[in-house]
């Protein structure tokens, strides 16, 4: 088994989990402890963050959790968790993926940390502030049909239906019509289902 996935059972790696589920890929998962484990020098030659998740394929390290997804998504590309190249819907795929990744985890922990961006200080922050990257996500899931891609499941719904399950789970998100709809069409998932109450309220 050439896949390694250091991660910890209570940080984003179970987004991975999710996603691994969904392509049925099996990989060595090792546990990593927070403060310890995670800050040693080993660790950090492969993660200098000292973050979790951080996948390994050989030679290839990947950290970064919207990376790792893109990554597993076209390595097995033969799952359809990812539009071809040429598929109108491929720009569509990386803008979630991106958005989730940057702006809206940005503003999300912005908003967690108290941090309110002035409308003089909009200009130089990447989300504009937290209501700007609100109303662009309820844009954006009143497109979604059922899925960020249309009828395409997509590692892109895995990265934003584990955000936004997560931020409803911990009440640090508003619910919306879009939002509801979205994620109950997520919550349908077998792949979903299969881990439990991770993601549950």
Known sequence: ????????????????????VELGVECERIEVAYKTEMKTPEYLKINPFGKVP?????????YELGAICAYLADKFFDKGLAPALDDPKRGLYYRWLFVMAGPWEAAGVDKALGIEVSPEQKMFVGYGDYNDAYQALVQGLSEANPYVCGEQFTAADVSVGAMLLWQLKMGAIESHPAITRYVEAIQQRESLQALGAVFSS
């Open 54 to 62: 951080v996948l390994v394929d050989g030679d290839v390290v990947i």
């Open 1 to 20: 088994m050439s896949l390694k996935l250091y991660t910890n059972k209570e940080s984003r790696g179970v987004v991975v989990d999710w996603l691994l």
